[in-house]
Every structure is written in C-alpha cells, then in structure tokens.
C-alpha cells in the first residue's frame, strides 16, 4: 500500500455515552421503487465536534495551497452540518453542497432557520453540560455566554456571527428525559426555552442544499473534485433495514456490491488525500462495520491514523483513484 501522508495527523473522538439529546430529531418517511422507507433525520450544530474540527484543521493544512476549497456532505439532513463546517472554515473561501434523500429535510435545510433550547431547570445548562452527550449539545448555542465553557464560548462566537436570534415570544416546552437518566436522577422532566434562529445571509455563505442519493453521486456532484467528502450517521440506511420494531443488517454478500459502487463514486468526487469521513459512532448503528471497512479499503482509502498508529474508522484518506 502507498505512503498517503496521513500517519502525522491525530485524532481523539469522544467516546463517553450514548445518550441521544438535542438537534433536530426526527424521522420522514418517503416512498422508493414502490416501498416506503424510515430516515431517520436527527442532526445538531457542531455535531460530534472534534471530528470536524480534526477534518478542518486537516483541509487546511493539506489543501493548502487550493485557494477555494470544495466540500460535499451528504445526508445533510436539515443542513446543521454543513452550517458548521462553514462556519469552522472561517475566512477561508470553501463551496460546500449539502444533499439528501429527504426533500423536507433539503427544504428545511434551504429556508435555515433553527430551533434551540435552553434549558431552564433540573439543574439547567450544568446539568445538560454534564450529562448530555457529544453528539447532540447544540442547545448551548442558546445559553448565555458566561456559563459556558471555552470551547463552547468559542463554537457560540462563530454561531452568533453566522445566525441571527428572530424568537418572538420563547416557548416553554417540558421534555421526557432519556430512561437512564431519569433512573440515574430520579426525575420525570426538563422544562426547555425554545428558542428561534436565522441564518444572516444566504447568499453569502457559498451553500447549497439538493435532494439526492448516495447512490447517484454522479447526478449530484458531476465532475467536480472535492477536498471532503461527508456522510456521518447515515450508512446504516444502507446497510440495514428497519420495521418498527428494530433494525436488521442485510445480508453481507448483498451489501458488499452495494458498497463498493458507493465508495468508487466516492472516490471519483475526492481529491488524492482528500478525507471520507463517518460518525462518530456508526459502529453502533446496526449495519456491520467490518463490510464497510473492507469495502473503503478495496476502494482506494485508508483510515486516519492516531500518534499510537492505531486506525479510526470514521476518518478516511483517499490514497489512490479507483476505476
Ligand atoms: C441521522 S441523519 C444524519 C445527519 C447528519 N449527517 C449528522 O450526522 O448529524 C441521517 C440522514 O441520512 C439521510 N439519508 C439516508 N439515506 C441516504 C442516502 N442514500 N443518500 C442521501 N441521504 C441519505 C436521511 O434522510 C437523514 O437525513
């Protein structure tokens, strides 16, 4: 296998819980070749936030010499990803195209603006910044700035810049909580402020949001090559199946095919070195981690590795073009 350059770059994710809080959840049912299928379309600003952090700090250290660079992130879902990418790219010119499968979520995504919450008791944002997870911890976004931590001091900056706070009259929402930390606190509620925010300018931000398929990056992304590729949290719409009662892997023999004609569109749309990345936690989605590792490493990537030399597996290098 060739060198690819990547063994300097380190990375930590959080690995702390699973508990699932806020950022948009929600669920859309469309209707493909006759059947109906569930997406799941939760998503947060700054959304397992090292993970992008490492990918930007990566960007701009490798493509430095690309004056305007380009990003694809697919399963976009209501556009908060793209949103942070954005605004974690700073000055640095970048054009980024967020599609998915959903149109909703795509519509949503085009008319950017979002719901907050602030908490307002249980222990309020205490509470939420000890408690809740990596994942889901935009409702900070909507706290007050001496309360919150130097990162998120820094992640609210960077909000408050792009988004604009257009809330009428907040409305106080009480929120079930998750059953293990009703159990760990012996509580039934959360009362929450919501809290409405808009983005300031469209037409400067260089976004654009599409409906489309994973599977049809050709449609999406024509001959145009890409710095980053990402599609976090949305492979087990693939690699399994759900009815409402849980979620079955397919069959291995059947999805390996499938994956590779994937991961080969993938590779098209990327730049040698450019980055593939997943989430955090796809290895607790459902689908089989070891077919799509395979299928990466058949298809011209390679994982990112840590100072110990140890692979992750949501960040991924292209290393080669694929045919
Ligand atoms: C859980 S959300 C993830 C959102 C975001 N990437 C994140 O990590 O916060 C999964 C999204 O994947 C989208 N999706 C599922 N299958 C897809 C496909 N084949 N092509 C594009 N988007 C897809 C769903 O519509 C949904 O919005």
Known sequence: M????????SYNPHTNNNINFRGH??????????????LTTETAFFREYDTLKFA??????????????RFLVGACSSGEEVWSLKMLMGNTPVKITGFDLSPKQIKNAQKAVYELSRP????????????????????????????????????????????????????????????RIRKV??????????????????????CKFITGNIEDLNKINGCN???LFSFRNALYHITTESDSIGRYPYDPEEI????????KQVNHTLMKKGLFILGEKEHNQGGDMNIV????????????????NLPYYNVWAKYKDVN
């Open 56 to 69: 930007v700090n990566y960007i701009n250290e490798v493509f430095k010499n690309i004056k305007e660079k």
């Open 2 to 9: 060739e060198i690819t350059g990547t063994e300097f770059y």
């Open 256 to 263: 390996k095919p499938k994956l590779d004609k994937i991961f």
């Open 293 to 308: 590792c395979a299928s990466l490493l058949d298809n011209g990537f390679v994982p990112i590795r840590t100072k110990d």
């Open 120 to 179: 307002e008791s249980v222990g309020g944002h205490e509470f939420m910044e000890k408690y809740s997870p990596s994942g889901f911890k935009d409702y900070f976004l909507g706290v007050e700035p001496d309360k919150l931590t130097d990162s998120e001091k820094a992640q609210k900056q960077m909000f408050d810049r792009m988004f604009e706070n257009i809330t009428d009259k907040p409305n106080n929402i009480i929120l079930g909580l998750n059953e």
């Open 185 to 206: 606190f012996d509580i039934s509620y959360m009362e929450l402020k919501k809290l409405h925010y808009k983005l300031r300018d469209m037409k400067q931000q260089d």
């Open 225 to 227: 090559k890409n710095q």
């Open 25 to 38: 959840i929600g669920c859309d049912v469309i209707n493909r070749f006759g059947k109906s299928q569930r």
